[in-house]
């Protein structure tokens, strides 16, 4: 189920009925509010006129993702060139949705910029991206831009009481650490790795300046730390200490780390082990 964004997801049902979409779209905003979904249930909606998260392959859609490298290579251009000049079997378009979009390399980018100039009369590209700033300005500029926003509190906590059965209590813990983005939540529900990193947020306040230093140290040697959401457990937990000079600083560094390839341990020793 889709949370929030009833409003842009009435637009874009509005463009496809009407026959007045772009071939392009960005979709940009927050991490975990659902941008992907709405794509892919977008795709759908072309397939099947139904605005629903796919419950199986979609025969004219491409889904492409970061490979282990991290990175989107020119060879997954080729793919998408290739997929999208061929006729739709069921669907109006043939829909190409780039995750973490902000991966593509240089090179991919020049690449999609070449297809997004010449675009197939039944081609639809949807890249999914934190911020248009950190894609090339040209290829940015051919793109329709639609910004999510983060999902009310509230809503969050009445779609986990319907769909996810939890207490109300419980319901109002989780919204209120999600900030405010619902796939933060159901990973703060389900996932073991993401309650370990929440884990380890809590044990790293409570060391000493020197203790931090050798618990991160081990800490970001493991393949699946992941910084930014390391941060993001962090700023929760700095919240309910109530140490907002702490707080502004994460925050910063969060920030950072969106935007900036920067090296985990030496930012996290040198923003977060400089004072108290």
């Known amino acids: 189920m889709i949370i929030g964004h009833d409003r842009l997801i009435h637009d874009l049902k509005t463009l496809a009925d009407h026959g007045e979409m772009s071939h392009s779209y960005l979709f940009w ?8 979904t709405v794509a892919l249930a977008f ?36 793919e998408i060139k290739n997929f999208l000049w061929q006729k739709p079997n069921r669907s109006s378009h ?9 991966l593509l390399t240089n090179e991919a980018q020049d690449a999609l910029l070449k297809i997004s100039e010449n675009p197939p009369a039944s081609g639809l590209i949807i890249l999914v991206v934190r911020s248009a700033e950190l894609l090339t ?21 009445a779609w986990l009481i319907r769909e996810h059965k939890l207490s109300p209590s419980r319901a109002e813990e989780l919204a209120g650490d999600s900030l405010n983005q619902p796939g933060r939540a159901i990973a703060l529900l389900s996932n073991k790795a993401h309650n370990a990193t929440e884990e380890s947020a809590k044990k790293f306040l409570r060391l000493s300046r020197g203790e931090r230093r ?56 040198t923003l977060l082990g400089s004072r108290e």
Do not use: C, M
């Open 214 to 269: 050798d618990f991160l140290k081990d800490l970001v040697l493991h393949d699946t730390f992941n910084l930014e959401e390391f941060l993001d457990a962090l700023i929760i937990q700095i919240l309910r200490t109530k140490n907002f000079d702490l707080w502004h600083r994460v925050l910063a560094l969060r920030r950072d780390a969106s935007y900036l390839n920067v090296n985990p341990r030496l930012q996290l020793e």
């Open 94 to 102: 043939r829909t190409v949705v780039i995750d973490d979009a902000q």
């Open 29 to 36: 905003g927050p991490e975990r509010v659902g941008k992907k």
């Open 137 to 157: 300005q040209t290829l940015s500029s051919r793109f329709q831009k639609i910004y999510f926003s983060s999902v009310p509190r509230e809503e969050i906590k």
């Open 43 to 78: 795709a759908n909606y072309l397939e099947k006129k139904v605005f629903e998260i796919p419950s199986g392959i979609l025969g004219d859609n491409f889904l492409i993702l970061p490979t282990g490298e991290r990175s989107i290579g020119i060879d997954r251009i080729r």
